[in-house]
């Protein structure tokens, strides 16, 4: 098992959450949708990778124009995502908890 990385996409900002191989939480914290912040997710990325082997999981909810500048970043720089339906989102999150 890889670690995870969850997003809940708002306007201008997503809270982040970082869940390693055991589904122990090691980060929870607020990433605002700007090139400083979208940097240190990226390094962050790659501290993963270079820890585990395998990139993480990277889900977040599809919010519409919300989660577009979230999915172009990913994109861009190649990283596997998945974009989940927000109803399925809320219903597996609940389920975490």
Known sequence: MK???ALDVS????????YNRYKQCEFEGVLDHTRVDF???YQCIEEITALDG???EIVFE???????????FLRDYG???CRM???????QMASMR
């Open 3 to 5: 670690h995870v990385i």
């Open 11 to 18: 306007k201008g900002k997503s809270t982040i959450v970082i």
């Open 39 to 41: 940097t240190q997710l």
């Open 54 to 56: 395998p990139a993480p």
């Open 62 to 72: 599809a919010t519409d124009v919300y989660s577009k500048q979230v999915e172009k």
């Open 79 to 81: 990283h596997t995502y």
């Open 85 to 91: 339906n927000p109803i399925e989102a809320h219903l």
